[in-house]
């Protein structure tokens, strides 16, 4: 079963530029954003990061067609919040995440 994986370059952070991968083991999505991604977001193999997420929301951002064969594949552009930028939070309707609108004390519980 493929698993939900940030990948993010060591250097500049997981806030800068970080991809969504669905990989099987971290070894594989790191090969993965390796191959794909490092000359746009790292520097090279020891720069390339990732870090296993658990996050069930994430799984709505995968390829479907993809999931279903269980083949590898990264997600460039995942949903984000418009204001903080961040991906992977829950979204409302204007596109602004939890921790946003906590932080601006608009929740509505």
Known sequence: MLKPYMGYSRYLGSNEGAVLIFAHTAKEARVLMYRDWSN?????WLDTAVCLLHNRLLYEYADSDKILLDKPHIIDN???????????????????CEVCLEERGDRND
């Open 40 to 44: 746009i977001i790292s520097d090279g």
């Open 78 to 96: 995942p949903p984000s919040c418009r204001i903080c930028y961040q991906w992977g939070y829950k979204l409302n309707e204007d596109d602004v």
